[in-house]
């Protein structure tokens, strides 16, 4: 308890709040910064018995806004109806806790926290109960609490009128939490918290940030990537109504004006001179042709059990699988507020990544990270684009403010998010499997061609021996299929180029799930095995994997004949702690591919929040499926061709197929949640196409030949 | 220009060709209506004229004409439309961007058939874009707001 209680006790004639620390968490925390952060607050009580949690992450539809205020209110026994959330600022003690920083990310909100968020709970309720004891002269252990009240035979208090006592204890820091069989709350399927705003468009995005004196920017970017600005004309931007302002970024032009839409006309209309890259600029049909010859050749070992050449030279199963670089394309198109004030910058942006933010501004501004508050406003779809190492979108704004010399919010239309980089990289995976007598394999020779996401930025120190960045191979190595073959070989070639790369929704796994599971499916239809059966039997050993396969398969009626002209197709795939499995059912018409229902099974471990769950599997199956049957981005001369939502579309609500998801009761330790289901669509629709047209389609998106 | 939103008459000063969206937006602030591609291609933008669901980002404010306008500020003073009570009812949104615009069209089209079958809904509702997914419960929520509407339960 070295840190002031004064800070945050908020005194106000509406409302007394306090807030509770979690010393321990605050101290296995590093400190990133002079001077001490803002007190750990995770929680206030307010004299109007409302509860306000502060969320150490954001909340970009996952559904963290209810589901870590769950875990609080478990412990807490609140009343759920006074429960609301806020987004914390920008500090040290807001860091992930397993990853030191504060980032939404790596589908690890809810089980990174499920610690944490609990004992805020409880340490809260104790300081009430113990506040209410004094006050009665009775012992703690003779109160009792429910729904935010205090009782002690008939004395009778809320949490409100007890707040103000409670924050003058001592937190406790040897308490026991609730055994699961006593949860309320967690495991029960609970509404959204943060709905009355989304339905009544109250929500703030980072894009509806307004005050007076803001102006707004469009930024003219290099029209390839590797591009330089040679000369810029602002002339004819500043004749527009409403334009003030023409300023050079470090890589471009922005145009500052009153409102977006001067500001989009103005940028529209400068004239600049670009030296074009060097090499004439990246070109995604030649990188996926040199990526396809690469994959002949094994690259840096990441497992290498011995005897593959041997075992694959009396005959062997080969198939190359290809996915290409994809965009993130959340609703809101990206954008950064930004204002500074003498040393001191304030944010305010849909990031996933505070942290980084933080120090990328610093950097700009040549200061440290004390100086750079970050306000985080809903997100408008995260999945990945906003959680940047380079933190490419807030290091701009930061530099168009700088130059403009007035407070701006930086806005991107939707040809600018598109075309701004950051891809789902491409990748190339090469598979040789032999297998024996029953079908099943006995030697795997794995070639994986990708760039690699964290080559180049400050996560470079966390790859593997040999440059193996674990995003570009997870889920191959250690497939459970594989699980106990020597004879199982798997490297990786990690190209550079110019186009700029960053994990997407399940990151590595949206590829290598792809590649495993219709390698498998194939290696099934080569033995005359039943799809089903022939994953089962490898699983024997894998009993979850077996049991969330077993379940989707069964729900999805597997063993009965699909409706004339439909076939299905199955995938298991496991991901940030999480299997899932997924059974989809598609059908052709007019040459194309129709996904009617997708049965999936999910094995989470503990469940927080069942209508949670359903709704980001729902989530990452309309995410996955607009990969697995449109998304593909088109890079020549370094340009990106693509530009909107016409030439990159995306699952509409016709394509939208029924998501049927069956959760599976489990012990094992939490998974993520976020991503999991994503990974396993793209196989399963294509293990079905094949099941139908005896097409075997090897490469996303999925095109049918022509008949 | 004067320009009727949401049940009052607003008087705005902006260069004819400027979308809709924009002035709403960012002179009027009614920031609910959002901007996700600026080519009427995905929904977000979607507000009423009179009714009539129409993509705000690509509506010059000139062609407003004396048509009223109606903004998901303006659906109801407290998010009690029956459309609203279905999509908490049936817990819809996930990062919410895109909710004002599949409410508004959800609106419209339960004005023009009150009991829409599936390709009805379909139909209607293939112009705005979720990246969250959200559309099994868009669609459930609009059988319900159906349901509601007409008194059931």
């Not at chain 1, 806020?86 to 807001?94: F, L, N, S």
């Not at chain 1, 570009?472 to 497939?479: F, K, P, R, T």
């Not at chain 1, 890079?635 to 049927?660: C, K, L």
């Amino acid at each position: 308890m070295s840190l002031s209680r004064r800070g945050f006790l908020q005194g106000s004639a509406a409302s007394l709040a306090i807030a509770f620390y979690v010393p321990t968490a605050a101290k296995a925390l590093p400190r990133l910064g002079p001077p001490a952060p803002p007190p750990n607050a995770f929680l206030r009580i307010g004299a109007d018995d409302s509860v306000t949690v502060v969320l150490a992450h954001s909340e970009m539809g996952q559904g963290i806004w209810t589901g870590l205020a769950m875990l609080i209110a478990e412990e807490l026994e609140c009343d759920w109806a006074k429960v609301r959330c806020e987004h914390a600022p920008a500090a040290p003690v807001y860091g992930h806790p397993m990853m030191g920083m504060q980032m939404t990310g790596g589908s690890s909100t809810t089980n990174g926290e499920f610690q944490r968020y609990r004992m805020v709970g409880a340490v809260a309720r104790d300081m009430l109960v113990r506040a209410a004891a004094a006050r009665w002269k009775t012992k703690p252990k003779k109160c009792v609490v429910a729904k935010g009240v205090v009782t002690a035979g008939k004395q009778r208090a809320t949490f409100g009128e007890l707040a103000e006592a409670a924050m003058k204890l001592t937190p406790a820091t040897d308490l026991t939490l609730k055994a699961p069989a006593a949860w309320k709350l967690i495991g029960t399927p609970v509404r959204r918290l943060d709905t009355p705003e989304k339905i009544t468009g109250r929500a703030q995005f980072g894009i509806d940030v307004q005050f007076p004196g803001l102006r707004t920017a469009v930024v003219l970017r290099p029209p390839a990537f590797g591009a330089t600005l040679k000369s810029f004309d602002g002339a004819a931007a500043l004749k527009i109504a409403g334009v003030e302002q023409v300023v050079a970024t470090a890589a471009g032009v922005a145009v500052v004006a009153a409102h977006f839409w001067a500001a989009k006309l103005g940028r529209d209309a400068l004239v600049a001179e670009w030296t074009p890259p060097a090499d004439g600029g990246a070109d995604s049909a030649a990188l996926m042709a040199r990526f396809r010859d690469q994959s002949r050749s094994p690259g840096a070992v990441v497992v290498d059990g011995g005897g593959v050449d041997a075992a694959l030279s009396a005959g062997v199963h080969e198939a190359v699988y290809e996915v290409p670089y994809l965009a993130h394309a959340p609703m809101e198109p990206l954008n950064c507020t930004v204002k500074l004030d003498g040393d001191r910058c304030e944010i305010w942006t849909g990031t996933q990544f505070q942290t980084g933010d933080q120090l990328a501004a610093a950097k700009v501004l040549g200061t440290t990270i004390d100086r750079i508050t970050i306000h985080t406003p809903f997100l408008g779809g995260g999945f990945g684009r906003r959680a940047n190492p380079a933190s490419d979108f807030v290091v701009e704004a930061v530099q168009v403010a700088k130059a403009a010399g007035v407070p701006v919010k930086v806005v991107w239309t939707r040809d600018d998010d598109l075309r701004g980089g950051y891809y789902r990289p491409a990748y190339v995976h090469r598979v040789r499997a032999a297998v024996d007598a029953a079908g099943a394999p006995v030697a795997w020779d794995h070639v994986v061609v990708g760039q690699s996401i964290m080559a180049g930025t400050f996560l470079e120190a966390f790859m593997g021996p040999g440059g193996v960045d674990g995003s570009s191979v997870e889920g191959i190595a250690d497939s459970p299929y594989l699980d106990g073959l020597a004879a199982k070989r798997v490297t990786l070639h990690s190209p550079r180029t110019a186009i700029p790369v960053l994990w997407w929704r399940s990151v590595g796994n949206t590829h290598t799930a792809f590649a495993m599971e219709c390698m498998l499916d194939e290696l099934a239809h080569a033995a005359k095995v039943d799809p089903l059966a022939y994953r089962m039997r490898l699983l024997a050993k894998h009993p979850r994997h077996a049991h969330a396969l077993a379940t989707a398969a069964d729900k999805a009626g597997w063993a009965t004949p699909p409706p004339a002209g439909r076939a299905r197709g199955l995938a298991v795939h496991e991901s940030f702690g999480s299997i899932v499995a997924e059974v989809a059912e598609v059908s052709v018409e007019g040459g194309r591919i129709r996904v009617h229902a997708v049965t999936a099974a999910v094995d989470c471990g503990t469940a927080v929040n069942p209508l949670g769950i359903e709704a980001q599997i729902q989530s990452c199956v309309a995410y996955g499926l607009s990969a697995a049957l449109y998304g593909a981005l088109t890079i020549t001369g370094g340009a990106v061709q693509e530009s909107n939502f016409h030439d990159y579309p995306v699952v509409r609500m016709p394509d939208m197929p029924t998501v049927a998801v069956h959760l599976i009761a489990s012990d094992a330790p939490m998974g993520g949640i976020g991503e999991p289901a994503t990974a396993p669509i793209a196989p399963a629709v294509a293990n079905a196409v094949f099941a139908l047209t005896k097409q075997r389609l090897r490469a996303l998106p999925l095109r049918l030949g022509v008949a | 220009m004067k320009l009727d939103v949401n049940g009052a008459v607003r008087e705005v000063e902006a260069d004819p060709d400027m979308p809709l969206l924009w002035v709403l937006r960012d002179l009027l602030g009614l920031p609910g209506t959002k901007f996700g591609c600026g080519a009427a291609q995905c929904g977000a933008c979607t507000v009423h004229l009179d009714g009539r669901p129409v993509r705000a980002c690509v509506t010059p404010v000139a062609t407003v004409g004396d048509r009223k306008v109606t903004t998901i500020e303006g659906l109801s003073p407290d998010g009690g439309h029956v459309v609203q009570r279905a999509w908490a009812e049936a817990d819809v949104v996930q990062c919410g961007y895109c909710q004002s615009g599949q409410i508004m069209t959800a609106v419209a089209l339960l004005e023009k058939k009150p009991d829409p079958s599936d390709a009805d809904i379909d139909a209607a509702m293939a112009g705005n874009i979720c990246r969250c997914g959200t559309y099994p419960r868009v669609r459930e929520a609009i059988h319900l707001a159906a349901r509601l509407k007409r008194g059931g339960a």
